[in-house]
């Protein structure tokens, strides 16, 4: 298997009319890739990244390691209001849904350019396929899609055999079991995403959740989910007061058995710890019956990047096929592939079929239904009244 990935990341990628035009302007740059730095896979996957890039492409990676994305954001602000169009610091983005659609409003964003990908054609660009929406937030053509996340739980089932089925069930669940469950802060996105699964199952009316937020809506909205959470809050670990920083942390707190149940955003992640030898190899991953939120991570290239043909670049080989399984490899990153599985050809196929699985790692129809996310604007509200409700 690793020899086929290897004939194939060293295969000439296909061409569209002008892409060798590209190829050429991008020979000798190196992308400064804004780009979230808290998973250490993610950073290994991206030093890969960059070796595999030079030598195909002469184009080097180098990752600027962000705590939040809205450090980048505020970067390619502040260049565009000093009047800098080109030279710009940043070349690529990790982005989120809040964050996307800001630069978008802003005209922050370089594109379209996904379609000129030639690597795009693997991927669904209909426009209701997941690859299109951002948190309902159409893309068109500003971002590129790179690994699939969806919101996940993980207990230690040595511990505690039995999980909630629903979100409303936490409540009975940590009062059975007070103080060994917490959530990230929620000024973390992990911790924001626990706030908009619960709400996204608790909302009276969760259609209302696609559309901009209003205080109207907001406030109807959001009434069952602060009950729910006023009744879990002093059951949590240290009753409540103090929260782990992201998703890291609170992994560290589950493989200390400081707590029973962690979050991810990426289903292979309790896996890959276990590989590491981080989390014991009794957790599993569980997601609530009806489903659990999903979307895909994306990429974005400022209006301004310095190294714009380099970013594309980068960009059209995260979804070269060889990439995504490389990425999907438990002992590399783990990410679920963002391709549709019908565009590719017998050699592409057997990449996937050959990946080691592993205990703990679901399969995809095992994760139960994608919820869609909330507009990025209830993320903003959700976050800010969470932490007046919380202040000491």
Known sequence: ??????????????????WSDTLAEARGQTVYWHAWGGDPRTNDFIAWASTQTEARYGVTIEQVKLTDTAEAVARVLAEQAAGQTTGGAVDLIWINGP??????????????????????????????????????????????????????????????????????????????????????????????????????????????????????????????????YDALRPNLWRQGTAFPENESVQAQLLADGEVDVAMFFDPAAPAALIEQGILPDTVRVFTPEAGSIGNI????????????????????????????????????????????????????????????????????????????????SWMTRLTAEWAARTAP
């Open 99 to 228: 964050n996307f659609l800001a630069m978008k409003e802003a005209g922050l964003l370089h594109g379209p350019f996904v379609a000129d990908l030639p690597n795009a054609r693997f991927v669904d660009l209909g426009p209701d396929a997941p690859a299109s929406v951002d948190f309902t937030v159409p893309v068109e053509g500003y971002e590129s899609p790179w690994r699939l996340a969806k919101f996940v739980f993980a207990h230690d089932a040595a511990r505690v055999p039995e999980v909630p089925a629903t979100m409303a069930g936490f409540v009975d669940w940590a009062a059975a079991h007070p103080g060994r469950m917490t959530h990230p802060n929620p000024a973390n996105f992990m911790g924001a995403s626990f706030l908009k699964q619960a709400l996204v199952e608790l909302a009276p009316d969760p259609a209302v959740l696609a559309q901009p937020v209003t205080d109207a809506a907001f406030a109807a909205q959001t009434a069952p989910l602060w009950a729910w």
């Open 1 to 18: 298997m690793r020899l086929l990935l290897a004939a194939l990341l060293l295969g000439a990628s296909p061409a569209l009319a002008d």
């Open 297 to 376: 991570s994306f990429v974005a290239i400022p209006f301004n990047a310095a190294h714009r043909a380099g970013a594309e670049v980068v960009a059209d080989f995260l979804l070269e096929p060889a990439t995504q399984a490389h990425m999907q490899d438990v002992t590399v990153l783990g990410s679920y592939a963002v391709l549709d599985p019908a565009r590719l050809d017998a050699d592409a196929q057997a990449l996937f079929d050959a990946l080691p699985t592993a205990p703990a790692l679901p399969a995809l129809a095992d994760l139960g239904p994608t919820l869609p996310e909330p507009h990025a």
